[in-house]
């Protein structure tokens, strides 16, 4: 065995060199290494904690009492989002919302068609399980969205698979969109469309690496953050439906 | 136990009971200051990391996974927020040791504290070269450092906190033990 560099030494130190057990024969064995070990042992050794200033008891109580009154109730907090996002663009997400829920609608209808023995349910039962379609997918499209973010290394043959399945309904969505006149939520779906197809189409072996590429190159953080507000208001129509907020609506139908 | 218990009170934030995420304040600031601190080398800065970190876990609340600990996910919001603290003050640091610093300029640049006994002289002495040896290296090099050697992280832990690949963590680790080592070579000669 060669000398140890002075990387394998550190490595061995904090206990990471996969050859631990040869490098300590090899410890054993050459006084030059042995030598170089102990400089850095004790180097590293002698590198003490940074001390940090001691905190109160009631620390962490402070941090709360001047964070509190900076942070929403959770609900309030999805409505400033949405009130903020109207502000920055007010128009082209006033239409998306109307759009959405055409979009809801025209997809219920659609997925009732292929079900003969729904069309029996009252009109104020459909929203819920259009909003409730609607809303899975647009919930599976952000869980995708942030493993691609957050890619671990792993394989990538769960993202490609996902996104394959997504991709057909995703479709249906967006001509669905496009077919009534609703281009903001049409636009926001054929990104989302476009994401879908590069990482279908990727290659099975695709490196990890790769995903990121492309999760720079689409921009998918935009995206992720589109299909939150777009998901949360979907959620918040289902919420009203539980709450029989919106027979209304089931009139109009 | 305590992770489960966090989940929980997660859950109930995300329900619309603000008032409980001040338990999850309580529970994890000490923690979050301490590495704040660690990495930023201020106080008033880590405080600051502290209570920005709190307020983002906040927002982000909603992205928080169960199947994750919630303190290892306010725990690498507060490394990042740190971290950046860190990289937009680096210019403001007054002092630098160069490439080539000696031995001398160290002996010239520590406090006159000749009043004091020999031997809280030179414990001061390790503490300010140690100081500016840390001052010395670059945010991601003493952030990694600072997981490695004082928070026992893993190089696995450091490369998931930092979203750098394990092998540019382990890089970062060795690149900050190499420059300490050289800069706090003269306080063996001097010691």
Known sequence: MNHLTEEQLIEHYYGESPQSARIDHHLRECIACSEAYAAVRGDLAAFEPITVPARGALYGEQVWQSIRNLVPVYERKQQGLRHRFNNSKSLGFATAWVALIAVAIFAGRQWENHRGQLQVQTAATRPPTMLAVLGDHLGRSERLLVALKHDSGDSTAPVKAEAQNLLADNRLYRESATNSGNPAFAAALEQLERVLVEIANEPDDASPARLAELQKELNTDGLLFEVRVLRSRVRDDQEEEQTGAIRTKGALI | ???????????????????????????????????????????????????????????????????????????????????????????????????????????VQIADTAANPERLLLSQEIDVLQARAMENLTATERTAFVLRHMEACTTEEIAATLHIAPNAAKQAVFRAVQKLRRDLAPLKVNA
């Open chain 2, 1 to 107: 136990m305590e992770e489960n218990n966090d989940q929980s009170i997660v859950r109930a934030v995300l329900s619309g009971d603000k008032e409980a995420y001040g338990v999850l304040v309580v529970r994890h600031s000490f923690a979050i200051f301490r590495v704040a601190f660690r990495i930023t080398g201020h106080k008033a800065d880590a405080e600051d990391v502290v209570q920005e970190t709190f307020i983002r876990g906040y927002q982000k609340l909603e992205s928080f996974e169960s199947r994750s600990k919630f303190s290892t996910w306010i725990y690498r919001i507060a490394v990042n927020y740190a971290l950046n603290l860190r990289n937009k003050r680096k210019p403001e640091v007054a002092y630098q040791i160069g490439e080539d610093a000696d031995a001398t300029q160290h002996q």
